[in-house]
Nanobody, 124 residues
Framework: VQLQASGGGLVQAGDSLRLSCAVT????????IGWFRQPPGKERDNVAA????????YYVDSVKGRFTISKDTAQNAVYLQMNSLKPEDTAVYYC??????????????????WGQGTQVTVSS
């Protein structure tokens, strides 16, 4: 499985961005696609996840109501629409895939495949 993240950039507080994650390869055994972020000097944490069927979505409290994760089944792509961006959203954002093993959607270590990061910078 390969993942390619894109869509980051430099925006002002209150602006919006949409991140894209293209998923290729053998997707048969994927359980979750997650978006993670890693601010400078901090750990990489989950911000949102979606199961491969696209039915269930999950968000960390700090982005609820502002971020929306979605999946385009035909394109095998997962998106993260980020609205009302804040300076504290500044980070490198990564998408990742977890294979089916009965794990949860938020633990970074449970994800098997990672895309390269895309930088999101929000100025005040």
């Amino acid at each position: 499985v390969q993942l390619q993240a894109s869509g980051g950039g430099l925006v002002q507080a209150g602006d919006s961005l949409r991140l894209s994650c293209a998923v290729t390869g053998n997707t048969f055994n994927i359980d979750y696609i997650g978006w993670f972020r890693q601010p400078p000097g901090k750990e990489r944490d989950n911000v949102a996840a979606i199961n491969w069927s696209g039915v269930n979505t999950y968000y960390v409290d700090s982005v609820k109501g502002r971020f929306t994760i979605s999946k385009d089944t035909a394109q095998n792509a997962v998106y993260l629409q980020m609205n009302s961006l804040k300076p504290e959203d500044t980070a490198v954002y990564y998408c990742a895939a977890q294979e089916q093993r009965g794990g949860n959607y938020y633990h970074t270590v449970l994800y098997d495949y990672w895309g390269q990061g895309t930088q999101v910078t929000v100025s005040s």
